[in-house]
């Protein structure tokens, strides 16, 4: 598996780890990887705020 590790390393603190995996697209909350291995985004990241995607209608 390829990673970009070496092309980010260099804009990234090195705060928090990073995991060893390369997603290849998403939908939703979901992704998936160069293996085809799909993962669920839980997270919605540090200090940003969560944003719903691919909403095609707002709840009332």
Do not use: F
């Not at 998403?26 to 200090?47: F, V």
Request: aromatic content about 8%; charged content about 20%; hydrophobic content about 30%.
């Amino acid at each position: 598996m390829s990673t970009t590790a070496p092309i980010d390393q260099p804009h990234v603190m090195k705060t928090y780890g990073r995991l060893p995996i390369a997603l290849t697209h998403g939908r939703g909350c979901r992704a998936w990887d160069t293996q085809g291995r799909e993962y669920l985004d839980a997270l919605g990241g540090i200090a940003v705020n969560t944003w719903p995607r691919c909403r095609t209608k707002w709840p009332s």
